[in-house]
Every structure is written in structure tokens, then in C-alpha cells.
């Protein structure tokens, strides 16, 4: 489906830099798409709204990332056993399923209404994974993958801006903006979507240098998981609380920055998302440059370990009264992306090239994801339903002290873990 044999042959023989920079770019459209689909509604703080004595807003927000952490959980089989031939139709059918449930929402009144956001999270989930197959196994993948990433940050920022206009500037019923926010999205999502199901897949030379990347079955993932086990489990914990910052600040930025007194500022969100995605881009696509693949491994532990160190120290500097809020939010920001950024482009990359895993990046991501977005569930329902009511920026520095020093740790441990297991390896003559 989709795929244009004429357009996929003049792809192989193209330049590599303008291959690179067409799946980059083409990659990075169909993602900042899909956010139209999920973030806008958070733009919204639908006040004088509850359900139950608890906002509606968190309502809404617990809502999406439950249907977001269960697809990561049915995404571990599914994105990892995907065949090529059945991606661009299933990107299409996950995100505008996602669209008809934001229709849904719209129509049904509240409180009926929240079932829709659970619904409209969990079709979104997949789409990362998807989308991510198309650019993975490849020499250009820190590259493309980069600006991939950065396409959830600068979005993320893009489509609050435009739902939070359609709510102050063009009056829109706060019900019907989530749906009108991903009406105007849905033309460039199929035009996108059809432009990166031309990408051709990795090269010999690709296969050579990063491993090939296959569909893995039960049989092949318990193995996948068993042989790497401690050091899984250390990295899948630091990466899961991280997870928790990270969408905590995404869902309630419009509450974080009322608190600090920018709220009333539709650009606000735009004005923090998009320096922390070039400072990102920057950082992350250089690592295209480290040939060795266990070299560039051990580097996402460093870049991880310095984006922990820099949400700390700016929270701090905030507590101190050092920096503004405004360069709080966009350091706290930039800390919390270095740190995230590598997990969902990078780190699972060369993780599977050092040790010459069977399988692809979607099954370990997917692992990781899920216990992520479960621990995001959590913590709302401890601040919301357990009676924990700390005003949203208290908690949130918080939680990024807590975190951040768990994050030091176990990123250090998971460093030492994998760079020994990759000599012991390499002493018996495996690799």
C-alpha cells in the first residue's frame, strides 16, 4: 500500500546525505501529525469541571495514558512481529481511529465522555514504533532518528499553541477543540505517511555495520530479554520513572506554567518546546559519527547522566531563586529530553548493533514503554486519588529531585553492567 516502486528506486540511487534527510524529514511530519491526535485537549484546563471531587482534567489525562500504557504493553508483540508490507496502512488506520474517538468525545457528554480519551490513547501508542521501523539498522539512524525525536517535543509545543488558540482566539467549545485541532492535521498526515513508505530499507552495508533487524516471535523475545536480564531491569526502571517526569510535564505544562504566572501566553509553549528540540537535534544526530557501536553505547549512558545532572541542578537553582521560572521550565526541559530523547532513538539502536541481537528496536522499546507510561498512571492516581495535594510546581520539582538522583544511579550501574557483559562477550569470542 502506498508504496510507489519508480519513487523507492530513485530513492536507492540518491545521494545518502538527501536519503537521510528525505526519511528525516518525512518521518518527523508523520509524528508531529500524530500529536495533533493526542495533545491538543491538554492545552485546555476545563475548569469548574470534576467528576467524582477530582478534576477533570486528570480525569481526562489518566484517561489517555491508561490506553497509552496498554498499548505499549500489546505493542511489545505486536510492533515487534509488524511485516514491512503492513505499515503505512496501519499508521493510517491507528491515528485516524484515534481522530474518530476525539468525534466521540465531542458529541458525548461529560463525565461519558472520558472513555474516549482512554480509546484515543490506545491506538497512539503503536504509532511510535511504526513509524521508528522505517529508519532503524541504518549507518544514518542517530541522524533521522534524532529528528524523529525531536518531533514530540516541537510538536508537543506546536499543537497546544493551536488548540489553546482555538480556545481563546477563536472561541471554540473546549469538547469540540482536541477534534478541530486534529481536522487541519489529517491531509499532511496522509501525504507524510505515504512520502515515508518510500524510504528504502537498510543496505548491505547497513546490515554490516548495525545488524539486521528482523520480526521476533515468543521464542525469540524470551531469549532477547533473558540474555540482557540485569541489565534491563536496572535501565527499564531509570527509563520508567523518567517517563513519569517527562509526561507529567507534557500533560500539566499548561497547569505548571498558570502556577508561575505564564499561562496567559498561547506561544508559551512554543516559546520553551522549540530550543530544547534544536539543542536536541544537535546533541543527538552528532553520535552518527561514532563508528563504533559500543563506543556510541556507552556514550547514550553519558548524555543520559548529564541530562539527569542538568534537571537537578537548574531545580535547585529555581529553589534558590537563581534562575526565573521561565528558565526553569526550559532546563528542566532540555535535562529531562537529554535524558529521554536516547531511549527512544538511540539507545536500544546500539544496544542491539554492540551485541549483535536477533531481533529489532520495537521489542525493546516497547518493554521499556510500557512500565513508563504504567508508572505515569500511577502517579496521577497518587496525587489525584490518594489524597496527595501538593500545588502542581511543588510536586513536580519534587518528583524531579526524587527521580533525577534514582536516575544518576541506576544509569551508572546500567553502564557498568552492559560495558563488562560486552567484554565478557567479546572474551569468548561471540562477537
Same mark, same amino acid.
Given at each position: 500500500m502506498f =508504496? $510507489?516502486?519508480?519513487?523507492r528506486?530513485?530513492?536507492r540511487?540518491?545521494p545518502?546525505w538527501f536519503?537521510n ?19 491538543p *485537549?491538554t492545552?485546555a ?5 470534576s467528576?467524582l471531587h477530582?478534576?477533570y482534567?486528570?480525569?481526562? !489525562? ?5 490506553g497509552y500504557a496498554?498499548?505499549?504493553f500489546?505493542?511489545?508483540?505486536f510492533?515487534s512481529g &509488524?511485516?514491512e508490507e ?5 499508521i493510517?488506520?491507528?491515528i /485516524?481511529l ?6 466521540? *468525545?465531542a458529541i458525548v457528554?461529560?463525565p461519558?465522555n472520558?472513555i *474516549?480519551l482512554l480509546?484515543?490513547?490506545?491506538p497512539?501508542?503503536?504509532?511510535w514504533g511504526v513509524?521508528f521501523?522505517?529508519?532503524?539498522g541504518?549507518r544514518?539512524t542517530?541522524?533521522?532518528?534524532a529528528?524523529?525525536s525531536?518531533?514530540f517535543?516541537?510538536?508537543?509545543g ?5 488548540g489553546? $488558540?482555538?480556545?481563546?482566539?477563536a472561541?471554540?467549545n473546549?469538547f469540540?477543540?482536541?477534534?478541530l485541532?486534529?481536522?487541519s492535521?489529517?491531509?499532511?498526515l496522509?501525504l507524510?505517511?505515504w ?11 547497513? @546490515? /554490516?555495520q548495525?545488524?539486521a533487524r528482523?520480526p ?6 524470551r531469549?532477547?530479554v533473558?540474555?540482557?536480564l ?6 527499564? /526502571?531509570t527509563?520508567?520513572l523518567?517517563?513519569?517526569l517527562?509526561d507529567f510535564r507534557?500533560n500539566?505544562?499548561?497547569e505548571l506554567f498558570n502556577?508561575?504566572g505564564?499561562g496567559?501566553d498561547?506561544s508559551i %509553549? ?5 530550543p530544547?528540540?534544536l539543542?536536541l537535534?544537535l546533541c &543527538?544526530s ?5 563508528k563504533s557501536n559500543?563506543?556510541?553505547f556507552? =556514550?547514550?549512558?553519558?548524555?543520559? *547522566? ?6 537537578l ?6 529553589h534558590l531563586?537563581?534562575i526565573?521560572?521561565?528558565?526553569w521550565?526550559?532546563l528542566?526541559?532540555t535535562?529531562l529530553?537529554?535524558?529521554y !530523547?536516547?531511549?527512544?532513538c538511540?539507545y536500544?539502536e546500539r544496544m542491539?548493533? $554492540? ?5 529489532n %528496536?520495537g521489542f525493546?522499546?516497547?518493554?521499556a514503554? $510500557?512500565f ?5 498512571v500511577?502517579?496521577?492516581? !497518587?496525587r ?8 502542581w @510546581?511543588?510536586f %513536580?520539582s %519534587? /518528583?524531579?529531585q ?8 541506576g544509569?551508572?550501574i546500567?553502564?557498568y553492567?552492559f ?5 565478557k562477550?567479546q572474551?569468548n569470542?561471540i562477537l
Amino acid at each position: 500500500m502506498f =508504496i $510507489s516502486n519508480t519513487m523507492r528506486s530513485k530513492l536507492r540511487t540518491a545521494p545518502s546525505w538527501f536519503v537521510n534527510l528525505y526519511a528525516a524529514i518525512a518521518s518527523f511530519g508523520v509524528y508531529f501529525c500524530m500529536y495533533a491526535f493526542r495533545k491538543p *485537549f491538554t492545552a485546555a484546563s476545563f475548569d469548574g469541571l470534576s467528576f467524582l471531587h477530582v478534576s477533570y482534567k486528570v480525569w481526562l !489525562v489518566t484517561a489517555q495514558v491508561i490506553g497509552y500504557a496498554l498499548s505499549k504493553f500489546y505493542g511489545i508483540k505486536f510492533i515487534s512481529g &509488524m511485516r514491512e508490507e503492513h505499515r503505512a496502512r496501519t499508521i493510517l488506520i491507528l491515528i /485516524l481511529l484515534a481522530w474518530t474517538m476525539l468525534l466521540f *468525545f465531542a458529541i458525548v457528554p461529560a463525565p461519558y465522555n472520558i472513555i *474516549f480519551l482512554l480509546a484515543n490513547g490506545f491506538p497512539l501508542g503503536m504509532v511510535w514504533g511504526v513509524v521508528f521501523s522505517y529508519l532503524e539498522g541504518k549507518r544514518s539512524t542517530e541522524f533521522t532518528g534524532a529528528v524523529l525525536s525531536i518531533s514530540f517535543i516541537f510538536s508537543s509545543g506546536v499543537v497546544k499553541s493551536v488548540g489553546k $488558540s482555538l480556545l481563546l482566539d477563536a472561541g471554540i467549545n473546549v469538547f469540540w477543540m482536541p477534534f478541530l485541532a486534529g481536522a487541519s492535521f489529517v491531509l499532511p498526515l496522509i501525504l507524510f505517511t505515504w512520502l515515508l513508505n518510500q524510504v528504502p530499507p537498510p543496505s548491505q552495508e547497513d @546490515v /554490516l555495520q548495525r545488524n539486521a533487524r528482523k520480526p521476533m516471535d515468543a521464542a525469540a523475545r524470551r531469549v532477547a530479554v533473558k540474555a540482557y536480564l540485569p541489565g534491563l531491569m536496572t535501565i527499564i /526502571l531509570t527509563y520508567a520513572l523518567l517517563t513519569i517526569l517527562r509526561d507529567f510535564r507534557d500533560n500539566f505544562s499548561n497547569e505548571l506554567f498558570n502556577e508561575i504566572g505564564l499561562g496567559n501566553d498561547p506561544s508559551i %509553549f512554543s516559546r520553551t518546546e522549540i530550543p530544547i528540540s534544536l539543542i536536541l537535534l544537535l546533541c &543527538m544526530s552528532l553520535l552518527v559519527l561514532v563508528k563504533s557501536n559500543i563506543k556510541a553505547f556507552m =556514550i547514550n549512558h553519558v548524555i543520559i *547522566f548529564i541530562g539527569y545532572g542538568i534537571a537537578l541542578t537548574s531545580t535547585l537553582l529555581f529553589h534558590l531563586h537563581f534562575i526565573n521560572p521561565f528558565y526553569w521550565m526550559l532546563l528542566v526541559g532540555t535535562g529531562l529530553y537529554l535524558s529521554y !530523547v536516547p531511549f527512544n532513538c538511540l539507545y536500544f539502536e546500539r544496544m542491539i548493533a $554492540s551485541f549483535k541481537v536477533n531481533g529489532n %528496536f520495537g521489542f525493546y522499546m516497547y518493554i521499556a514503554d $510500557s512500565f513508563g507510561y504504567l508508572g505515569s498512571v500511577l502517579i496521577l492516581f !497518587v496525587r489525584e486519588f490518594w489524597g496527595i495535594h501538593l500545588q502542581w @510546581v511543588a510536586f %513536580f520539582s %519534587f /518528583l524531579v529531585q526524587i527521580i533525577c538522583l534514582v536516575g544518576l544511579v541506576g544509569t551508572a550501574i546500567s553502564a557498568y553492567y552492559f560495558y563488562h557483559k560486552y567484554k565478557k562477550v567479546q572474551s569468548n569470542g561471540i562477537l
